[in-house]
């Protein structure tokens, strides 16, 4: 049974920072990709950010590029997300969510699709005040 455990929300003023974390157990993952989506109220889920395997190749949402970053440790079993400058527009659950099958590249735009993605976290709120 696989688990997705996120932390790191909370509640921040605009401009100012936090990191989520993302906590893989249950399955030894190989080559899989690892993402963050995040969903705001009356909105459908949308995403944020990925990252391969190795950890060299990640995509962005336009909407964060140059204000968010996505890692991963070197053991491949926490996902970080920092989010810096943060706005108001980017109040939201984030969830982490994470493919069971192997991919060449993550470059794939289908990868931005939530449905692409087997294993969801619960979820953490982030808010940002103005």
């Known amino acids: 049974q696989v688990q997705l455990v996120e932390s790191g929300g909370g509640l921040v003023q605009a401009g100012g920072s936090l990191r989520l974390s993302c906590a893989a157990s249950g399955r030894t993952f190989s080559n899989n990709v690892m993402g963050w989506f995040r969903q705001a109220p009356g909105k459908e889920r949308e995403f944020v950010a990925r990252?391969?395997?190795?950890?060299?190749?990640?995509v962005y949402a336009d909407s964060v590029k140059g204000r968010f970053t996505i890692t991963r440790d070197d053991a491949k079993t926490t996902v970080y997300l920092q989010m810096n400058s943060l706005k108001p527009e980017d109040t939201a659950v984030y969830y982490c969510?994470?493919?069971?099958?192997?991919?060449?590249?993550?470059?794939?735009?289908?990868?931005?699709?939530?449905?692409?993605?087997?294993?969801w976290g619960q979820g953490t709120q982030v808010t940002v005040s103005s």
């Open positions: 990252i391969s395997w190795s950890g060299g190749t990640k």
């Open positions: 969510a994470a493919t069971k099958l192997p991919t060449m590249t993550i470059l794939y735009a289908s990868y931005s699709d939530p449905s692409r993605y087997d294993y």
